[in-house]
């Protein structure tokens, strides 16, 4: 099937609807000046692979300039580009290559903290009157200098230091070394409304925003109330609701600027939210009325759900109740933060990670892959001496930090893998190139690489798979069916038998197993179609 896009469709308004993102973590995508860490001209040398995938825009993990304590998730100049990565030179090169290719880039942009190397934190800690210092959250210790209220870092510790300078805790929700901004302070705001102008005009095409649920915190810096068992993990992990230091109801308001500023580019840029909620009604929030807040906002119950047919179908169906009339679904299985889904989901075996790959296509919704999704690449071998993640450093072994899921992407087989030259030291390591690589999956159109490819020309090729509504349809246990319109059917088998299922209509277009009767690309279903172990096909007409 051809992946050719149709003339004029990069230029829609809503590209990314239809569109398929993919996302890159620079560092570990492709080494081009043989430094063991992945830079722009390597994600530039790789455009061909992105094209011939078939993916519509990449999102870029951030890539300004940091003293990488959190791994360019701490900024120290938002408006340039750190020298491990290239330079705006550079930056600018790839969007016009991209583009070229019809392919949009989206960066990283993170506003909930600076770096604490930040000219405006090295000036706010100087004195208490600094010019800058009220762009970070200050307090006072409590009597006996315990830290001015209860809330706790994100990365484990309270979420305030001590600076012994001026005397006065600043808050940090994640490492100290990411002093929190203060978005009270219209100056912040103003700020980070020439950051979004700096890249828009350049040709970014719209922003993931780290933690943009997290920005504003409760003015008056309540203690945050303890946490009961009915509470989302995270929060009786620590303890405590996180009530008063994030989802506050003002951070509804800087998105809605933020939406605004994007509206007056043609197209609009677009706003992809790290909506890192557990509740499915507050994702909801971060949609607005439909189409004044995010354009997409990151589903993290439907990437924490195990890979089963109940528990998935009914994050989807509830998601698909509470977005708001215009709000547009968004659907990942893996990210630099969480275990990649050939692991987390399909713990090494191929045919779940084609079944996940198979629903992340077909939901209606964005898919966002993660580098290496597409050859069904697993977390990478991290032991002790290994980890760089500062998470890690801190929790293991009882977790051992995200490491594991930013290890280098393998092009090919060859010593360094095509990440780096043999023979080259990587910032982490590479694991074993030849037993899964691009390269080698590219010369076996059977691979899970050639399946991805597969699948998104069919999306390209059926509208009804990107645009048509979801409904649920009966189906046997651990089976989940929806419809997608009235044309398109998909059946995902989320177990170990062979299943029967009947009443499902169509001719099957594409299996997700290889090695079905009558080939992959399947045939008429009959009146009984049998779905084998972990086995999802796409069916279409009546
Ligand atoms: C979420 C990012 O994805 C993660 O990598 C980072 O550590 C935190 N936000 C803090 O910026």
Redesign the pocket.
């Known amino acids: 099937m051809e992946t050719a896009r149709p003339p004029g469709e990069v230029s829609e308004k809503h590209w990314w609807r239809s569109g398929v993102l993919y996302q890159i973590y620079p560092r570990s995508f492709a080494d081009a000046n043989g430094d063991g860490i992945g830079d722009l001209q390597g994600v530039i040398d790789h455009l061909e692979h992105l094209e011939w995938l078939g993916v519509d825009g990449i999102w870029l993990?951030p890539v300004s300039v940091s003293p990488n304590a959190?791994?360019?998730?701490?900024v120290a100049d938002y408006c340039d580009v750190d020298p491990d990565y290239g330079d705006l030179a550079t930056l600018d090169r790839l969007v016009t290559e991209a583009g070229r290719r019809g392919i949009r880039v989206l960066m990283?942009l993170?506003p909930?903290?600076t770096s604490d190397r930040h000219r405006w934190f090295q000036d706010a800690r100087t004195s208490k009157g600094a010019r800058h210092r009220d762009f970070y959250v200050w307090a006072d210790g409590q009597p006996g200098g315990a830290p001015p209220n209860n809330w706790v870092s994100?990365?484990g510790g309270p979420a305030w230091a001590l600076d012994e300078t001026t005397g006065q805790y600043y808050l940090h929700?994640?490492?100290p070394e990411?002093p929190d901004l203060n978005w009270w302070n219209p100056e912040v705001r103003d700020a980070f409304d020439d950051i979004l102008r700096f890249w828009w005009d350049r040709g970014i095409a719209g922003f993931r925003i780290?933690?943009c649920n997290m920005v504003i915190k409760d003015a008056a810096l309540r203690d945050n109330p303890p946490s009961g068992p009915g509470d989302p993990f995270i929060e009786q992990m620590f303890g405590q609701r996180w009530l008063y230091n994030a989802n506050r109801p003002e951070v509804h308001e800087v998105i809605r600027h933020w939406r605004s500023l994007a509206e007056r580019y043609d197209p609009p840029r677009l706003l992809l939210g790290?909506t890192?909620v557990e509740e499915l009604g507050t994702l909801a929030e971060y949609y607005g009325t439909g189409n004044d807040e995010l354009h997409l906002g990151f589903n993290f119950p439907f990437i924490e759900a195990p890979l089963a047919a109940g528990a998935l179908r009914a994050i989807v169906e509830d998601t698909e109740a509470l977005l708001p009339d215009g709000a547009w679904p968004v659907w990942t299985g893996s990210?630099?933060?969480v275990s990649r889904l050939a692991t987390r989901w399909a713990g090494g075996d191929d045919h779940k990670t084609r079944l996940a790959l198979m629903m992340l296509l077909t939901l209606r919704g964005t898919p966002v892959l993660y580098q290496g999704d597409e050859i069904g690449l697993p977390d990478g071998p991290i032991e002790r001496g290994d980890v760089v993640d500062p998470?890690g450093q801190r929790f293991w072994p009882a977790y051992k930090g995200?490491d594991p899921e930013r290890t280098p992407m393998p092009w090919g087989p060859s010593e360094g893998g095509g990440f780096s030259a043999a023979g080259v030291a990587t910032w982490l390591p590479l694991g074993d190139p030849a037993a899964r690589n691009v390269a080698d999956q590219r010369a076996e159109p059977d691979s899970v690489l050639g399946f991805v490819r597969r699948l998104i020309a069919l999306r390209r090729g059926q509208p009804a798979l990107s645009a048509a509504n979801y409904r649920s349809l009966d189906a046997p246990d651990g089976v989940w069916c929806f419809s997608r319109g009235e044309s398109v059917t998909v059946a995902l088998n989320f177990s170990d038998r062979t299943v029967e299922c009947d009443a499902v209509a169509g001719s099957i277009v594409m299996s997700s197993d290889p090695g079905r009767p009558g080939g992959p690309a399947g045939g008429p279903a009959g009146p009984v179609l049998d779905l084998g172990p972990w086995e999802g096909v796409v069916l279409v007409g009546p």
């Open positions: 993990s959190d791994f360019g998730y701490d990283d993170v909930n903290h994100t990365f929700n994640f490492l990411q780290d933690v790290e890192n990210n630099h933060d998470v995200r």
